[in-house]
């Protein structure tokens, strides 16, 4: 079994930045894509952002588009959220989420996902 394990979140304040990181127990993290996703109590889990298993491809929720960069490190099995200018609406649970197949791009389909990270939260002060 898959773990991802989030780290990274807390208290700041609107126009501060945090990076998440995740770290994923699969030897074959490489080969899949990586996602960002956040849920606020009683509402569905949003996409975020994504990166396809090559680097080649990411995607983008609008809400966070030029504010928030998506990476990964191979080498450290590790995708890191960079959160730049965050806002009071930035304030959510965040999870990482590991891709269910191969050599898969970069998705914002929740069903695209096979492993989830626990959650972490974030929350941006006004």
């Known amino acids: 079994q898959v773990q991802l394990v989030e780290s990274g979140g807390g208290l700041v304040q609107a126009g501060d930045s945090l990076r998440l990181s995740c770290v994923s127990s699969?030897?074959?993290?490489?080969?899949?894509?990586m996602g960002w996703f956040r849920q606020l109590p009683g509402k569905d889990r949003e996409f975020v952002a994504s990166l396809s298993w090559n680097f080649d491809v990411t995607e983008y929720a609008d809400s966070v588009k030029g504010r928030f960069t998506i990476s990964k490190d191979n080498s450290k099995n590790t995708v890191y959220l960079q959160m730049n200018s965050l806002k009071p609406e930035d304030t959510a649970v965040y999870y990482c989420?590991?891709?269910?197949?191969?050599?898969?791009?970069?998705?914002?389909?929740?069903?695209?996902?096979?492993?989830w990270g626990q959650g972490i939260q974030v929350t941006v002060s006004s």
């Open positions: 699969d030897r074959m993290f490489w080969n899949y894509a």
């Open positions: 989420a590991q891709g269910r197949r191969s050599w898969s791009m970069a998705t914002s389909i929740v069903e695209d996902y096979d492993y």
